[in-house]
């Protein structure tokens, strides 16, 4: 599918992690949770209350193709940068 033209710029662990199903973004929430310093049952409960949440900010002019991922938790957060890859 889509997601195998898409990478996350320096770091391949974190490419296996994520997938493009089509228009969104799937994460492996057990990577996310890590980052943001939560378990991945808090990191559940959080995001069921609204505390967790995530943006995604889609590339424009050189950053065109480009597409990053933000998770906040508090004062938290962690982003990636993905690209697309597509020849």
């Known amino acids: 599918g889509d997601d ?13 992690a994520i997938t ?11 990577l996310v949770a890590d980052k ?8 559940w409960r959080e995001i ?15 950053d065109a193709g480009r597409v990053r991922l933000t998770f906040r938790y508090r004062a938290r957060s962690w982003s990636t940068v993905l690209e697309d890859t597509m020849p």
Do not use: M
């Not at 943001?36 to 990191?43: D, I, R, V, Y």
């Open 4 to 16: 195998a033209f898409w990478r996350a710029l320096g770091n391949s662990a974190i490419f296996v």
């Open 20 to 30: 493009r199903p089509g228009e969104g973004f799937t994460v492996d929430a057990t």
């Open 36 to 43: 943001l310093g939560l378990s991945p049952e808090a990191f």
């Open 48 to 62: 069921q209350r609204g505390i967790v949440y995530g943006v995604v900010e889609r590339g424009e002019g050189e």
